[in-house]
């Protein structure tokens, strides 16, 4: 069934409000139309693009749920959370990340993106890295993606403690590993 733009563009946004984290590709063959066609009409509707969309749901639910930091504060971008549990985040390393010589990422960009993940992770007011184990794996370059997946892997309520597992990829590879012990008060 062909559809007017004005019923199609309707339709889109409807869908979108309802799922936000659809892809054109996936709407372009929902309305049997062109990829081209789905972003055009999301231009002239001011729909930001999917992955804007994922950020700004997230940057919503983050500022409600994460008590332990500012999200300013978080080094790279939350892209998904489950306090005390699991969360991923998503570093883009830049020209002021990197050495100017060789282009290679400087490690504290890469602890940092872990470290403020694995604090973020904590459903608590106050969350401290008490001590932390790293490892590098591999070097990260200018432009490339660090994906940094966290879990807690202990939780050691009468020592307040929270041993969290931070493994950060780029692509496939691991480039990182980090093992950080982190401080929370005893809950009243």
């Known amino acids: 069934m062909r559809r ?20 054109d590709e996936e709407l372009a063959k929902k309305f049997n139309v062109s990829i081209q066609t789905i972003r055009l009409d999301r231009l002239e509707l001011s729909i930001p693009e999917l992955r804007e969309r994922i950020k700004d749901v997230a940057k ?5 749920e994460v008590r332990s930091l500012q999200i300013e504060e978080i080094i790279g971008e939350i892209v998904d ?6 969360a ?16 290679i990422a400087r490690g504290h960009h890469l602890f ?9 992770l904590i459903d608590d007011e106050l969350a401290l890295t008490a ?28 020592r307040s403690r929270t041993l969290v597992e931070v493994k950060c990829y780029v ?9 950080f012990e982190m401080y929370r008060p005893r809950s009243k």
Not at 114 to 119: E, G, M, P, T, Y
């Open 4 to 23: 007017t733009k004005k019923e199609r563009q309707q339709l889109l946004k409807k869908t979108i409000e309802e799922t936000p984290f659809i892809t």
């Open 60 to 64: 919503s639910k983050l500022d409600e």
């Open 81 to 86: 959370l489950e306090m005390d549990k699991s």
């Open 88 to 103: 991923i985040s998503i570093f883009d390393v830049k020209s002021e990340h990197v050495f100017t010589r060789n282009r």
């Open 112 to 120: 940092a993106q872990a470290n403020s993940l694995a604090v973020a």
């Open 131 to 158: 001590k932390a184990n790293v490892k590098f794996t591999r070097q990260v370059k200018e432009n490339e993606r660090v994906v940094a997946k966290a879990k807690v892997v202990d939780n050691d309520e009468e």
């Open 171 to 179: 692509g496939q590879e691991l480039a990182f590993i980090g093992e």
